[in-house]
């Protein structure tokens, strides 16, 4: 009978040779980066062009950006879906078309009066199961169109709200600041949430709910899923340089990010032809190996287990 192992403390960081051309590696994404640049350096890096990332970064933020070099391409979309961990400075007092730094001062009410015990209160409405509108210049498409050209184009687009779990919204500090003689205070905060969560637009609700508008000028992504900071094998000098951060291996990123379930030699044979299994799993998906190789994503269905995803 194959045996299961629930998604307990990773074990000790694998890694593979670039050689071998399959695997993960986190990126510490730079400042003033695209995602989009940040993948075509590692094709170059890795000398493949099956290279993807998992979780859009916008230029203004950094942090980890989970790059997948051939065979784990396959698995960007099941990562990208894992919760997230972000720390973000938060400037109550401005508000902007963008809900960032980057973009222009639509409204200026100052935060002189905002007290701390506001700010909290405000942000114990924001955790939890809440129902967001994503900002207008996210990637979300719009009749074919992404949000964000929408709006660059001079066009008004409202979104449709969306379910997202806000799992921490916790204050950390607070610094008052004068801008253009406007007083204004940057909030330190650190969020925990779903995928699909826009920290833009919470700074954004923010503000609105305290009278003063507000927009986000920092963020950094600590995590995603079990894939934290520590694990970083690029970062910007890594990206400058011409030698390929090391790979976190198939077999390293199963255990890591899924329920792991090791098969027998008739069983492995089966997944190989891409064939269901008669093996009830009680999460999905999960990753099923054999003597250490990753072979494959299986979802659960009913008494059967059908693949999603054979990467052998």
């Not at 200026?108 to 207008?136: C, H, Y």
Request: proline share 4%.
């Amino acid at each position: 009978m194959p045996v299961i192992r629930t998604r307990t403390a990773p074990p000790r960081l694998q890694t593979t040779t670039v050689s071998e051309l399959s695997g993960l590696v986190v990126v510490d994404k730079p400042t003033g980066w695209t995602s989009h640049q940040v993948v075509a350096r590692c094709r170059r890096l890795y000398g493949t062009k099956k290279v993807g990332h998992a979780g859009t970064l916008d230029p203004l933020a950094t942090g980890v950006l989970l790059v997948g070099v051939n065979r784990a391409t396959r698995l960007l979309g099941h990562l990208a879906a894992h919760d997230k961990s972000y720390s973000a400075t938060i400037r109550l007092g401005q508000s902007t078309i963008t809900d960032d730094s980057e973009g222009e001062v639509v409204t200026a009410a100052g935060a002189g009066e905002v007290e701390l015990d506001q700010v909290r209160a405000v942000l114990a409405t924001l955790t939890g199961r809440i129902s967001q509108v994503p900002s207008a210049v996210s990637a979300i498409k719009v009749d074919g169109k992404r949000s964000y050209a929408r709006v660059r184009a001079g066009e008004a687009v409202e979104l449709a709200a969306r379910e997202v779990t806000v799992s921490r919204f916790d204050l950390l500090g607070a610094t008052p600041q004068s801008v253009d003689g406007l007083p204004v205070l940057d909030l330190e905060v650190v969020v925990d949430c779903s995928s699909g969560t826009y920290i833009r637009a919470l700074a954004r609700d923010l503000g609105a709910a305290l009278g003063c508008g507000g927009h986000l000028t920092r963020l950094r992504r600590t995590r995603i899923g079990t894939f934290d900071l520590s694990l970083v094998g690029l970062d910007e000098a890594g990206l400058a340089g011409t030698e390929p951060g090391p790979l976190l291996s198939m077999a390293d990123v199963a255990r890591r990010a899924f329920p792991v379930v090791e098969l027998d030699a008739d069983q492995a044979a089966d997944v190989r032809y891409g064939r269901s299994l008669e093996l009830t799993l009680t999460d999905s998906p999960a990753a099923v190996l054999f003597e250490g190789e990753f072979l494959a994503l299986y979802r659960a269905d009913g008494p059967m287990a059908r693949p999603m995803a054979v990467l052998g």
